[in-house]
């Protein structure tokens, strides 16, 4: 019983930790988004930080870089 609650707290602080890293990652695209993009192009709003993330996260799935080794 002890080693099922050690493996799902270790889960439940992996997932927090891999969702606190995504939103930091995410903080960039929103500055760029925000000062360099909206003053440039007319008739853009800001975006939040969830916006970013999600933006971040589509860009990850579109965007993935696939390296083979031979």
Known sequence: M???ILAL??????IATLLFISFVLS???MILWNEC???AVEG????????????STL???????TITQK
């Not at 707290?9 to 992996?14: E, L």
């Open 9 to 14: 707290t270790a889960m439940i602080v992996g």
């Open 27 to 29: 903080w960039p695209v």
């Open 44 to 55: 853009i709003k800001e975006i939040g930080w969830i916006q970013a993330w999600g933006i």
């Open 37 to 39: 993009l909206m003053p």
């Open 2 to 4: 002890k080693a099922l």
């Open 59 to 65: 860009c990850g799935i579109l965007f993935k870089t």
